[in-house]
């Protein structure tokens, strides 16, 4: 929900929910009155943004967003919900557990902060784990190295609109990946294979992990959505025409599986270093 963050979604087809709410889903795709695609990033922005504007700040809505993002492929709807309300309960878990309580108070004061918590607490006993799964992961000022490895190059969707970085949430640039479940899983599947045995960097092979464990929770005829969100407006349109992280990741796995070390380590290198020059700019700014 904030401005420079990449987004990993699955959206999953309709006839994998339960009968109400494959009924709510399909009467959702059909309301005049719903976000629309282009403008749904600077929706949940603004709707976060009066959240924690307010007097206290309510880092949690009191509902659950009503809201999801669609795809429709070949007359199948494929649903993928915001569930704003428990995305919001676990990034406020990460802040509370990376942030000094003395800081975290300047940001949330701490009875709120108490009673978020327990609010939360009680939703995880009602539901247990499974209440916890969310089809959205969210990364800010960059996109992680893991989530390129579920793609294909030949999946890559660019819009230019001959615009400079700018701020807010984009309605027509944007750089996407779309890929189905079996296409990801088997990307993952791969990758995993290839580190352990070449690679002995235990951040990304449990990055992988982390990815293919997540997509395993999903109907096996999903898709998955790669969505550089609001990063696009942290490059510039040479940038982001020039950005192939995915083919790269590709060709750099491809080299360890054939032996091609120096192929392999050029082109893992340049991915890491054209995302490490985009998460400095969030102490730059």
Not at 1 to 14: D, T
Not at 229 to 250: F, N, P, R, Y
Request: net charge neutral.
């Amino acid at each position: 929900m904030l401005p420079y963050a990449a987004y990993l979604r699955v959206y999953e087809p309709l006839a994998a929910f339960a009968p109400q709410e494959r009924a709510s889903w399909a009467a959702y795709a059909e309301a005049a009155d719903r976000p629309r695609r282009a403008g749904a990033l600077r929706a949940e922005h603004g709707e976060a943004v009066r959240r924690l504007l307010g007097v206290p700040p309510t880092p949690v809505p009191p509902h659950e967003s009503p809201n999801a993002y669609l795809r429709r492929v070949e007359e199948v709807l494929y649903v993928c919900p915001w569930q704003s309300r428990l995305r919001s309960w676990l990034a406020f878990s990460r802040f509370r557990g990376a942030t000094p309580a003395r800081l975290a108070e300047r940001f949330v004061p701490l009875t709120v902060a108490q009673q978020t918590a327990d609010d939360f607490d009680r939703f995880k006993r009602r539901g247990g784990s499974a209440a916890l799964r969310t089809n959205i992961q969210t990364s800010t000022w960059h996109v992680p190295t893991e989530w390129f490895v579920p793609f294909d190059h030949n999946e890559r969707w660019l819009v230019l609109d001959g615009g400079r970085p700018r701020s807010g949430a984009t309605t027509t640039r944007n750089l996407i990946y779309v890929t189905s479940m079996a296409h990801a899983r088997r990307r993952s599947a791969r990758a995993l294979q290839i580190v352990r045995r070449h690679v002995g960097d235990d951040t990304l092979i449990s990055g992988i992990e982390e990815v293919a464990r997540w997509l395993e929770e999903f109907h096996p005829h999903s898709l998955v959505e790669l969505d550089y969100g609001g990063i696009v407006h942290l490059m510039d349109d040479d940038t982001l025409q020039a950005d192939h992280s995915v083919a790269e990741v590709s060709a750099a796995l491809t080299g360890l599986e054939t032996g091609e070390e120096e192929l392999a380590f050029t082109m893992y290198r340049r991915v890491i270093l054209r995302w490490r020059s985009i998460q400095l700019l969030e102490s730059a700014n």
